[in-house]
């Protein structure tokens, strides 16, 4: 809510006051300030701008970032190193295990395109620790040979990403990284629903199936096999069908409990939706899906009422979905 944004942000403005009094902070209710509202095109609450150098033309801005400690973590990176520069394996252990997540980036050389992309990628994901190396026996002692991009969950490598020069880009990674706040599946409801949206990634398939039934864990397992191979691309939720709280997602994919298990991708900037064609949830049913929405081959979705037995009956016809095109066009 932007109440416990508005707090958290005066936190951070409170520790940075100490640590980097060059910083300053602000608040502006834009109710009151129409021109600031059209000037800085505020579309959505709240909305948290960085201005550098005095400048207003473009200020850069702060975004998915809810906590005081990651404000202050991204306002750091702004405005000095992004990366902690590793030395040693002790050094790189302390802090791999200082946080759940750790982002190390394992480079041949310190200047390069890949180099430049990590950083960048450093600045806009303060919700966990980056640091990069140069160092040999650093890289033996992880067993890396190309520049490489590790993520290490409780301390352990979860995810190796080879970075060649201009392949990736920064939203690339970025979406990449940010997965890994979540699980590899994530189950739907009113506390990970805010943080499913707050990572980068647009397109979403859901799985809705009831979580008590007989096939379950076969179904489960299959999602997630197909979830790690397209992790970074597409968001993998899990929708209880039990769960009546959940009742305005079946509304919205028009979802009845005769379909379940069912399976939509949904585009969040389109808000297209895609129907899986096949019924059973295999592994390769899903990947066959999902590799034929990446592809841009799916077919769009357009949720329909069935036709009624009397729509031709009176003079006034009955249309739905499937009926429209063939009796209007």
Request: hydrophobic letters at 35%; one cysteine or more.
């Amino acid at each position: 809510s932007s109440q416990n944004l508005s707090e958290e942000f005066a936190e951070a403005a409170r520790q940075l006051k100490k640590e980097a009094p060059r910083i300053q902070f602000g608040k502006i209710d834009v109710t009151h300030h129409h021109d600031l509202r059209k000037e800085f095109n505020i579309r959505e609450f709240p909305t948290v701008k960085f201005f550098v150098d005095g400048g207003r033309e473009d200020p850069i801005d702060c975004k998915g970032v809810r906590q005081a400690s990651a404000f202050i973590t991204w306002v750091k990176r702004r405005t000095g190193p992004s990366t902690v520069l590793i030395n040693s394996t002790d050094q790189a252990e302390a802090i791999i295990h200082a946080d759940d997540l750790a982002v190390i980036g394992f480079f041949k050389e310190l200047h390069n395109d890949s180099v430049e992309v990590f950083c960048e990628t450093a600045r806009d994901v303060p919700e966990m620790p980056f640091g990069m190396t140069t160092s040999e026996d650093v890289c033996a002692n992880y067993g890396i040979q190309k520049n490489t991009l590790v993520v290490f969950k409780k301390g352990k490598p979860v995810h190796n990403e080879v970075l060649e020069d201009g392949r990736q880009n920064k939203l690339d990674l970025t979406r990449l990284i940010k997965t890994f706040t979540l699980d590899l599946v994530t189950e739907y409801n009113l506390e990970t629903s805010v943080k499913i949206f707050d990572v980068p990634v647009e397109n979403h398939i859901l799985l809705f199936t009831p979580t008590n039934s007989e096939t379950f864990s076969a179904i489960y397992e299959n999602y997630k096999s197909a979830a790690a191979e397209f992790r970074g691309k597409i968001m993998f939720v899990l929708v209880d069908t039990n769960e009546r709280r959940n009742g305005r997602i079946f509304e919205y994919f028009r979802i009845r409990e005769v379909d379940v298990p069912a399976v939509r991708i949904l585009n969040l900037t389109s808000d297209a939706k895609y129907k899986m064609p096949a019924d059973e949830v295999t592994v390769e049913n899903l990947k066959e899906f999902c590799q034929s929405y990446l592809n841009g081959k799916a077919k769009l979705h357009l949720s329909s009422e069935e036709i009624p037995e009397d729509w031709d009956k009176t003079p006034v016809k009955v249309l739905v979905g499937k009926n429209f095109n063939r009796i209007v066009f």
